[in-house]
């Protein structure tokens, strides 16, 4: 059975940056795509980024395109989000989500595909 175990996250002024982690309890990490999703108070849980299996294919919204950016380490089945220039409106519980896929190349940010989730990681961003 996947479990993912987030770290990372906290407190940062705009324009700061911060790397969420997200880690697998086993190697079978290579198999899921991974993808990031995020969740403000009083809305809906919304896709933000994902990557495939192989690591070769990643996908961002439009609405943190360019800051952030989503890597893994299938060696030591952990997946990063690297946030750069974080805005107030960043400030959400951020998941991370896997979803078992036979395309090596492929990766979604559709909530309702992953089949296992992190715990959720807190990022506020507030001067």
């Known amino acids: 059975q996947l479990q993912l175990v987030q770290s990372g996250g906290g407190l940062v002024q705009p324009g700061g940056s911060l790397r969420l982690s997200c880690q697998a309890n086993?190697?079978?990490?290579?198999?899921?795509?991974i993808a990031w999703f995020r969740q403000a108070p009083g809305k809906g849980r919304e896709g933000i980024s994902c990557i495939s299996r192989s690591g070769t294919n990643t996908n961002y919204d439009d609405t943190v395109k360019g800051r952030f950016t989503v890597t893994r380490d299938n060696v030591n089945n952990t997946a990063y989000l690297q946030m750069d220039n974080l805005e107030p409106e960043d400030t959400a519980v951020y998941y991370c989500g896997a979803q078992s896929l036979f395309v090596p190349t492929m990766c979604e940010m559709a909530s309702p595909r992953m089949g296992f989730w992190g715990q959720g990681t807190q990022v506020t961003v507030s001067s």
């Open positions: 086993i190697d079978s990490f290579s198999f899921y795509a």
